[in-house]
């Protein structure tokens, strides 16, 4: 079974605090990603990785940055958190496949920004 | 641009009926097409899938259709049961080097009335 963890299911930080979300997959994948998701706007693809201490910008990569110093962790840093990067945080990983490849989540981050 | 649309944002069916739902796409270079299913504050679970290559695939109660002409995809569950009730996103993926990404739908919660 794949599994992919995140280091916390929810998390309340204040406004301008530096945020780490940490994810942690175990089936050697070679390709990663973080999504947020909100209210009616589904799954939007942050940034991703396709390889260790590669990084590609998403939809949506303002505000964040990422790091991916080994295969099995990716991680997504808020520099200064804002009260609209309140939202569930997806981390996902897939093998790469030759186009067939299926994503397989992790169970989320609640972050709340006051 | 939505390049994966699901139109209806809500759906209610009966237990023990079908219930569909639709995905609409407009890139012609997708080729791999998935439904996950998403519980509230839990991260999204794979459900089914299907290359372009087939019209139909099937895995107990879940049958995905493709018609690449319509650039239409829809989710046939059958029976439905209260469990089933859960947001549905569709996602897509084109094959080719650098395809890494999939693209979804904003979802469809599904309501399986006892």
Same mark, same amino acid.
């Given at each position: 079974d794949v599994k992919v963890t995140q280091s916390s299911r929810y998390l309340v930080k204040r406004t301008g605090e530096k945020v780490f979300l940490e994810c942690v997959q175990d089936?050697?994948?070679e390709n990663m990603f973080w999504y947020r998701q909100d209210p009616g706007l589904g799954l939007r693809l942050i940034y991703f990785s396709y390889d260790v201490k590669m990084k590609e910008k998403g939809d949506i990569p303002e505000g964040y940055s990422v790091s991916r110093e080994k295969k099995e962790r990716f991680s997504l840093i808020l520099e200064s958190a804002s009260t609209n990067q309140t939202s569930m945080y997806l981390c996902a990983s897939s093998r790469r496949d030759g186009g067939e490849e299926t994503q397989y989540f992790g169970p989320g981050t609640r972050l709340l920004v006051l | 641009d939505q390049q994966v649309k699901q139109n209806s944002p809500s759906l209610s069916v009966q237990e023990g009926r079908i219930s569909i739902l639709n995905c609409d796409y407009t890139? %012609?270079?997708? !080729?791999y097409f998935l439904w996950y299913k998403k519980y509230p504050a839990e991260g999204p679970t794979f459900l089914i899938s299907i290359s372009s290559i087939k019209d139909k695939n099937e895995d107990g109660r879940f049958t995905v259709f493709l018609n690449k002409s319509a650039k239409h995809l829809s989710l046939h569950i059958v /029976? %439905?049961? /209260? &469990? !089933?009730?859960a947001v549905y996103f569709c996602a897509a993926t084109g094959s080719g080097? &650098?395809?890494?990404q999939l693209t979804f739908g904003k979802g469809t919660k599904l309501s399986v009335i006892p």
């Open positions: 089936m050697d994948h | 890139n %012609s270079m997708f !080729d /029976p %439905s049961q /209260p &469990g !089933d009730s080097a &650098g395809s890494y």
